[in-house]
């Protein structure tokens, strides 16, 4: 039941409407006498029923300016014609009102005329005609679809922004629900809406339906707000909803928050990608950071050259590639994983697959919609392609890494899982990652390649093994750094009978730069030596050469072991100090006088001539073998000493223990040098 009434039973209460006018209501007899006088009409003109009954209402009311025309406007209604206007009426403080009058005649029981004026302040109604009709055409105007509803949640009236909406026109809606009419939205949460609002009275605002009407062949979003119906004695009317079109903010809103998504997958790879030098280190954190951001299945190859020698060789129209494959990633456990190439092995593509396409013409190749033809262009072969229909692969990206205008091979990526296929979007935000990971790719191609070549140079400027010196036993090794090569060097030089050379230094730096100056200073020691120059002597000639490099630094221990005397004398060049092991097996650390590095100049350098006989043993070495980041020097000294004293092997296995207890990953050079007395 509605808050009108039904049938014959009267449960409606009263409007408002007629309280807020206020309509006051006067009857005068046929002789234009006060015979009735409403307590409206009390309010409207101050007079009490006491002042105003049995007294002539033009006498009472009018102004003497204005009786003629109230006088004619009284006999007209006596006619029985109707009036209705606005009227000036004199109120009891002597005041003009202007009032808004609608008259008639009635007759009674006797057959006798009188004149009924319902009369109501004119400000007033034009107050409430203005809001009404300010109302109506924000109503009808408006773009926002507004509803009202009954008590039963049946259509009252809607606005034609909701007849727009709903593709429906009002005529076809009122008396009805909503899944009547609309059953393409969600009905049951707008009613559960609306009984809520009802109850409680408390308004929902911007609550989202998705769905579709007349009006649209495809869903869309509305926001709707519910507010609850009520007349000024708080009596439930009924409910009002409004309704917005909202498809388009959401669209833009989920825009938005795919941009930032994607941004963040950027900023993402910016950290996890390119972490080390290594390729497929690299490889495997671009496949990491594509699943599950970009693709369901993800696989990383890069051109057999860029693999084996840091070449890269251009792809011409019919020519075969060969690919090698450095990583796979899949978001979840499917067997698809096992359709790509196994990581690490070698596979070659036709000219006509879209791997070997994507690298000849560097760019990115998006199949939307995979049938079996592309599959097959896809897939190595027929049972990989089986796997991967089974598996529910239905689009595919392929993205070329491309670095500084060369291609160095591919990121492909599979969706199964994921319904939508691959947009403009996915491509966009898979070259992006893909070209972060191609400078990253390059970097360490080109890193491997100057890697190589230093290393090349700097073991072909070392000697293939010390020369056999008698009554000396000698071992020597150098380990390059995992990350750059450097410039450390070792030497053992004949002097004569009984005379030997040793040399450890360090060039300050890395790459090919350091080991080209390391071969000079080795070249220039091995010329001085032979001059058999006292150490001091010949670290001067060094120093004076290292100035003429440029801006180039070395640390250097030279020393000249003596066999006939039973001596060793050593000068050093700002190098860590030699470890003597005496044969007692005492140990010593060598503090050698003076002496900064070769190139600073300016400063001599001092010798120190120590005692070195049978079983004596002397240890030169590098700082890469001692020196630990966030560690003291002395920690490393004080292990390579205490290793030196416990160790009674040969010395080539001495250099073993040293090396894989002090440096087993060094991130610096090692350059060591053993010498024993042998007697």
Request: one cysteine or more; hydrophobic letters at 45%; aromatic letters at 4%.
């Amino acid at each position: 039941m509605d808050a009108y009434g039904a049938g014959n039973e009267v449960t409606a209460g009263p409007g408002g409407l007629l309280d807020l006018l206020r309509v006051a209501a006067v009857v005068l007899d046929a002789g234009g006498y006060i015979t009735l006088w409403s307590p409206e009409a009390e309010q409207l003109l101050g007079y009490s029923p006491e002042e105003a009954l049995t007294q002539r209402a033009d006498r009472l009311l009018v102004s003497p300016d204005d009786r003629g025309r109230a006088r004619e406007l009284f006999a007209q209604v006596g006619t029985g014609a109707r009036w209705a206007g606005v009227f000036p009426m004199l109120h009891r403080d002597g005041t003009e009102r202007q009032v808004e009058f609608r008259t008639m005649r009635l007759r009674d029981s006797h057959g006798q005329a009188h004149l009924l004026g319902l009369a109501a302040d004119a400000t007033t109604v034009r107050g409430v005609e203005r809001d009404l009709a300010t109302s109506h055409s924000l109503v009808r105007q408006t773009p926002v679809g507004i509803a009202v509803f009954d008590t039963e949640l049946r259509w009252v009236g809607v606005n034609p922004a909701l007849e727009r909406i709903n593709g429906v026109p009002e005529a076809e809606l009122v008396g009805r629900r909503v899944g009547e009419v609309l059953p393409g939205l969600d009905v049951a949460a707008i009613e559960s809406r609306m009984r809520h609002v009802l109850i409680t009275g408390k308004p929902l605002l911007d609550q989202q339906t998705v769905g579709r009407t007349p009006a649209d062949l495809a869903d869309r979003a509305y926001s709707e707000s519910y507010h609850r119906i009520e007349d000024t004695q708080g009596r439930v009317l009924g409910l009002a909803m409004a309704v917005l079109d909202v498809t388009e903010r959401e669209q833009a809103a989920a825009e938005v928050a795919q941009a930032r998504r994607r941004l963040s997958v950027v900023a993402e790879a910016g950290v996890r990608i390119g972490t080390t030098l290594d390729l497929q280190q690299t490889a495997r954190e671009l496949a990491d950071v594509a699943v599950p951001h970009v693709a369901d299945l993800a696989a990383v190859d890069v051109l057999e050259s860029v693999v084996t020698d840091g070449s890269i060789t251009p792809v011409t129209e019919d020519a075969q590639v060969e690919f090698r494959a450095l990583a796979v990633a899949a978001g979840y456990l499917t067997d698809a994983i096992h359709a790509a190439d196994p990581v690490g092995e070698l596979a070659t593509y036709g000219p006509h697959r879209i791997i070997t396409q994507c690298v000849r013409e560097a760019g990115p190749i998006l199949v939307e919609r995979v049938d079996p033809p592309m599959m097959r262009r896809i897939a190595r072969d027929g049972r990989a392609a089986q796997t991967l229909r089974t598996a529910g692969v239905h689009s595919y990206l392929a993205v070329p890494l491309l670095a500084r205008g060369e291609v160095l091979g591919t990121l492909s990526l599979y969706r199964t899982v994921n319904e939508l296929p691959f947009d403009e979007q996915d491509r966009v935000l898979a070259s992006e990652l893909a070209a972060r990971a191609a400078i990253c790719i390059d970097n360490a191609r080109l890193y491997g390649r100057e890697r190589t070549t230093a290393l090349t140079l700097q073991r072909s400027l070392l000697p293939p093994a010390p020369a056999r010196q008698e009554g000396l036993d000698i071992a020597a090794r150098y380990l390059p750094a995992l990350s750059e090569v450097g410039g450390d060097w070792y030497d053992v030089l004949p002097l004569g009978p009984g005379r030997t050379g040793l040399v450890v230094g360090d060039v300050m730096g890395k790459g090919v730069q350091a080991a080209a100056i390391m071969g000079q200073l080795s070249t220039a020691t091995r010329a001085l030596a032979r001059l058999d120059l006292p150490p001091a002597e010949l670290l001067h000639h060094l120093d004076d050469l290292t100035g003429s490099l440029g801006d180039t630094i070395a640390t250097c221990a030279y020393g000249v072991v003596d066999l006939g005397r039973g001596t060793c004398a050593l000068s050093s060049a700002g190098h860590l100090p030699p470890v003597l092991i005496h044969p007692d097996g005492a140990a010593e650390l060598l503090d050698i006088p003076g002496g900064v590095p070769l190139g600073v100049g300016g400063v001599e350098f001092g010798t120190v001539e120590v005692s070195f006989t049978t079983g004596a043993l002397l240890a030169l070495y590098s700082d890469g073998l001692v020196e630990n980041r966030g560690e003291s020097i002395d920690v490393g000294l004080h292990a390579l000493t205490r290793l030196l004293q416990s160790s009674r092997r040969p010395l080539e296995q001495t250099s073993d223990l040293l090396l894989n207890a002090l440096r087993p990953e060094p991130d610096d050079d090692v350059a060591l040098l053993l010498v024993r007395v042998t007697g």
